[in-house]
C-alpha cells in the first residue's frame, strides 16, 4: 500500500511540475500526449484509491464540481481600489503629496495594470484553499473550485513559503483564446463575446466548474498580502511569488526617480498593442513595504499606489434623446440616449450628462454627433459635440423644470450642482432608492432581497420604507413574481438576520444625504446611539473630526422629518442595532480624547495597523504628518530622520511604544 501512495504522489509532483513549465514558464518539457497518459494514469489510481484523496490533486484541474450558491467570504485583508491618474502631471502630484509623508529616498514598482477580474487566493501550508473574487473590497464570492480549473494557479507551492497568506491578481482571457472562444460559437450558431474582460470576469461564476476548465484562462499576480511575508519591497515581492511557483509577469520594473516612471509609461503605451492580454494602463507603487505602512490608506485607496491610465478610446455617435433620471435623494440625473456603437468592446447606447452645468458647458442638443469616451474605460462619457456636423434647425436643450417621476417643480439649491426632487415621500424612483441602498451589501446586506424584488414589494404597496420590511411574511411575498417558497423563505430570513447589523453600517444604510461608510462609521463612534446623534446640533456634530456643514445640516435635517423619525422608531421597535454593542463599548474608553498621534517606525509588541486601532479605541485621532496640533509622535525602530527632526523642531513630545501602551493603563 506504501507503494502505490508513493506513485500517487510521485505522478502528482511531477504532473504539477509538468504543469508549471507549461503555463507558468511557457517552456514544456513534455509532450501533451505524454502528459495525458500520465494524467490518466493518477487518475485511475486515485479512482481505485480514494483513502489517498487530495483537494490539490492536478486530477481536479479538469472540472466537474458545480457549485449552485456562491458563498460570501470575508476578506481578512481588505481588497482596496486604486485612485486613477490621468496625466503625467496627476503622477508629480502624487509623488509631491507622498514625500510630505515619509522621509528617504522613495523608489518605486512599475506593473501593467492588465485588465481582467480580480481575484484574491489564500494558501495555507503551501496548498491553495480559498479564492474569493474582489466583490465589494470588503467581501466576495468563493469561486475556489472555478479556479482550481485554471492552469497557471498553483495549488501546491514550491520552495519556502510562509504558512500562511493571500495573494492578488487578475483572471485575463489571452487574445488567442477568446478568439479561438468565438471562433467555435459562430461555428455553432451562437453570438459570439464582446470582449476578453467581460468573458473572464463572467467564468468565474459559472456554476460547473467543468465548463470553466474548456476555458483558456489565466491568472496573473502581482501583491502578497498577510504578515511574516519575509520580504521587505513589493519588486522583492514580486520574485518572492515567481518562487513559489505564480505566474507574475515579467514587464514590472523597479523605477528609482518618477522621471523613469515615466519613461516606463510612454514606454508601454506603444508597445502594450503586442502583448497577449488587455492593460489598460500601469500601477506605480511605492516600492518599500515600510514606507507603504507609512503611508496607508484612505477611505477607498491606498496612498503608496497610484494608476496611471491610459488615453481612452473615443468614438463618435449620434445623440438621439436625453432622459432625466430620479436618484434615492431626489438628484436628477441627465442621460444621453445614443445610437449604438461599440467602444472599447463593449456596445454604449446611454451615457451620464452630469447635470444642467455639463449641457450648458458642451452646449450639448438632441441629433448632435458627439464625441464619446469611457472614463477610466469604464463609465461612457460625453466630452465634446462635432458642430460641423450640427444639422442648421438645432434648438438649445432646455432643461426640465419637473421631475419626470411625480411631477413636482424641481429645487436647486445655491452651491448646488444638481436640481432636485423635493418630495421626498411620494416619488417613486426615491423611496425604492432608499430601500435598495438599505439592503445594499455595504449596509444591511440582506441575503435573498435584490433591487428588483425592492421595486415589486414598493408597486405591490406591501412596503413604503425600509422599516416596513421587517413587517413582511413569507405569505405576502410567495405571490411576487418569481418568487417560490423557498425564496420566500429565504428573503424573510434574511431580513431577521440583518438585525444583527452594527450600528455604523445601520447608520449608514438609513441613507443620511453625505453619510458615506467613513462618516457613518466616525458619528457611530462619537455619539454611540441614534438616539444621541439625533439630538445633536450642527454646532455639535461640527465639532467631530472632518465632520463640516454640509454633512452636519443635512444630519440635523434628516431627524427635522417627521417620516425619518417614524422609521427610526419603528427599525428600533423592530429590534434593528440603533447603539454601539455593549462588547464594543467594552473595548473603548476615552483615555486618549481630544489627543492626535503620528504613528512611525517599526514595532515589537503590537503592529502599526494595531497601534492605530488602539489610539482610535481610545478616543485618540491619527494622523499622517506632524504639525504644531499633534500631541504625540509614537516613534518606532528605523523611523525616518527628518520627521524626528521636524518633532523635536516643534517641541511634539517622542514616545516609545511602551509609554504610549502604558498610556492607556
Not at 20 to 44: A, C, G, H, R
Not at 572 to 578: F, N, P
Not at 595 to 602: I, L, Q, R, T, Y
Not at 636 to 665: T, V
Amino acid at each position: 500500500m506504501d507503494n502505490i501512495k508513493d506513485t500517487i504522489q510521485s505522478l502528482r509532483d511531477e504532473l504539477r511540475e509538468h504543469n508549471y513549465n507549461y503555463y507558468v514558464l511557457d517552456n514544456p518539457t513534455i509532450s501533451d500526449y505524454d502528459f495525458d497518459i500520465k494524467l490518466k494514469e493518477l487518475q485511475t489510481l486515485e479512482t481505485a484509491h480514494p483513502e489517498f484523496y487530495d483537494a490539490n490533486s492536478p486530477t481536479l484541474r479538469v472540472g466537474g464540481e458545480v457549485t449552485k450558491n456562491f458563498n460570501t467570504v470575508v476578506h481578512e485583508h481588505r481588497m482596496y481600489s486604486l485612485d486613477n491618474s490621468y496625466s503625467l502631471e496627476d503622477l508629480q502630484d502624487w509623488e509631491t503629496r507622498i514625500k510630505k509623508l515619509v522621509d528617504g529616498d522613495i523608489s518605486y514598482t512599475c506593473e501593467l495594470k492588465y485588465d481582467g477580474a480580480s481575484i484574491s487566493l489564500t494558501y495555507e501550508n503551501g496548498s491553495l484553499v480559498r479564492a474569493v473574487t474582489r466583490g465589494d473590497g470588503f467581501q466576495g464570492d468563493e469561486v475556489t473550485a472555478n479556479i482550481k480549473t485554471i492552469k497557471s494557479v498553483p495549488l501546491q507551492l514550491k520552495g519556502a513559503y510562509p504558512q500562511k497568506f493571500d495573494i492578488r491578481g487578475e483572471i485575463v482571457l489571452p487574445f488567442d483564446g477568446f478568439i479561438k472562444m468565438n471562433e467555435e460559437r459562430i461555428v455553432n450558431g451562437e453570438e459570439p463575446y464582446k470582449n476578453p474582460r467581460n468573458t473572464a470576469s463572467g467564468s468565474l461564476k459559472l456554476q460547473d466548474s467543468a465548463e470553466v476548465a474548456k476555458r483558456p484562462l489565466d491568472c496573473l499576480l502581482y501583491n502578497l498580502t498577510g504578515t511574516k511575508l519575509g520580504v521587505q519591497n513589493q519588486f522583492e515581492s514580486l520574485e518572492k511569488a515567481r518562487q513559489m511557483g505564480f505566474k507574475v509577469p515579467n514587464e514590472a520594473q523597479l523605477c528609482y526617480s518618477i522621471e523613469d516612471v515615466f519613461q516606463f509609461i510612454n514606454h508601454w503605451d506603444k508597445a502594450r498593442h503586442h502583448l497577449p492580454y488587455e492593460t489598460d494602463g500601469v500601477v506605480v507603487k511605492v516600492n518599500s513595504l515600510l514606507q507603504q505602512e507609512e503611508l496607508g490608506y484612505t477611505a477607498k485607496a491606498p496612498r503608496w499606489a497610484m494608476a496611471y491610465k491610459f488615453k481612452a478610446e473615443q468614438v463618435t455617435t449620434k445623440l438621439n434623446s436625453i432622459t432625466y433620471q430620479v436618484g434615492r435623494t431626489g438628484a436628477i440625473t441627465p442621460v444621453a440616449n445614443l445610437e449604438p456603437v461599440e467602444l472599447a468592446g463593449t456596445i454604449v447606447k446611454r451615457a451620464s450628462l452630469h447635470n444642467a452645468d455639463q449641457i450648458e458647458k458642451l452646449d450639448i442638443r438632441i441629433n448632435d454627433v458627439v464625441f464619446v469616451e469611457k472614463g477610466g474605460e469604464i463609465i461612457p462619457k460625453i466630452i465634446a459635440v462635432d458642430l460641423s456636423q450640427r444639422p442648421l434647425d438645432s434648438i438649445p436643450t432646455q432643461y426640465i423644470t419637473q421631475c419626470p417621476e411625480c411631477n413636482t417643480v424641481l429645487e436647486r439649491l445655491e452651491g448646488e450642482a444638481k436640481h432636485f426632487c423635493p418630495n421626498y415621500n411620494g416619488c417613486n424612483p426615491q423611496v425604492i432608492g432608499r430601500i435598495q441602498h438599505y439592503i445594499s451589501r455595504k449596509a444591511m446586506d440582506i441575503e435573498g432581497l435584490g433591487g428588483e424584488t425592492v421595486a415589486l414589494l414598493v408597486n405591490e404597496g406591501l412596503i413604503t420604507n425600509y422599516a416596513d420590511l421587517y413587517t413582511l411574511t413569507k405569505e405576502q411575498v410567495m405571490p411576487l413574481e418569481r418568487m417560490a417558497k423557498k425564496s420566500a423563505e429565504n428573503l424573510v430570513n434574511g431580513i431577521e438576520a440583518s438585525k444583527q447589523i452594527p450600528f455604523e453600517r445601520v447608520l449608514f444604510a438609513i441613507g443620511i444625504r453625505f453619510v458615506g461608510e467613513t462618516v457613518a462609521k466616525k458619528l457611530a463612534k462619537q455619539y454611540k446611539s441614534i438616539e444621541a446623534l439625533s439630538k445633536a446640533s450642527i454646532e455639535d456634530l461640527e465639532k467631530v473630526d472632518e465632520i463640516g456643514i454640509k454633512i452636519a445640516e443635512s444630519v440635523v435635517a434628516f431627524f427635522t422629518s417627521e417620516a425619518n423619525v417614524n422609521s427610526i422608531q419603528c427599525l428600533k421597535d423592530y429590534g434593528v442595532q440603533l447603539e454601539v454593542s455593549a462588547e464594543k463599548l467594552a473595548n473603548q474608553t476615552n483615555k486618549l480624547e481630544g489627543k492626535s498621534f503620528v504613528v512611525s517606525g517599526v514595532f515589537t509588541h503590537v503592529s502599526r495597523t494595531e497601534l492605530k486601532k488602539l489610539i482610535e479605541d481610545n478616543g485618540g485621532k491619527n494622523v499622517s504628518s506632524i504639525s504644531s496640533k499633534t500631541d504625540y509622535v509614537v516613534a518606532g525602530d528605523k523611523m525616518g530622520p527628518s520627521k524626528k527632526e521636524k518633532a523635536e523642531k516643534l517641541n511634539i513630545p517622542l514616545i516609545s511604544e511602551a509609554n504610549f501602551l502604558n498610556m492607556l493603563l
